[in-house]
């Protein structure tokens, strides 16, 4: 079982980058592990996710290029790099750890364990 707790956002503007972080209580390194993101109004959606096993990634397509996922599991972090924000990436950022997922998961009901969430808004 683990705690995860966001940092990392904030108020940017179009164009800067910004990097969230996702600190763990526990051990995370048989945990697949995600990002994930719901803007006002509408649904919680995948963002990006890694796998406990040889780290695989996949991100979504609407950030495919700019946003990067990376897991510590020395440090027990996650951390997910964004470059070339735009508006339409604001939201509520939750980081998520999976117990059972060997390969990255995308769906939200894939995992056990959510962090409280961290804002970012990208102002035009």
């Known amino acids: 079982q683990v705690s995860l707790v966001e940092s990392g956002g904030g108020l940017v503007q179009a164009g800067d980058s910004l990097t969230l972080s996702c600190g763990a209580s526990?051990?995370?390194?048989?945990?697949?592990m995600g990002w994930f993101r719901q803007a006002p109004g509408k649904e919680r959606e995948f963002v990006a996710a890694?796998?406990?096993?040889?780290?695989?990634?996949v991100v979504a397509d609407s950030v495919k290029g700019r946003f990067t996922i990376s897991k510590d599991d020395s440090k027990q972090t996650l951390d997910l790099e964004m470059i070339s924000l735009k508006p339409e990436d604001t939201a509520v950022y939750y980081c998520?750890?999976?117990?059972?997922?060997?390969?990255?998961?995308?769906?939200?009901?894939?995992?056990?364990?959510w962090g409280q969430g961290t804002q970012v808004t990208v102002s035009s």
């Open positions: 526990g051990a995370i390194n048989r945990y697949a």
């Open positions: 890694i796998s406990w096993i040889g780290g695989k990634t």
């Open positions: 998520a750890a999976s117990h059972f997922a060997v390969t990255p998961a995308t769906r939200s009901d894939e995992y056990d364990y």
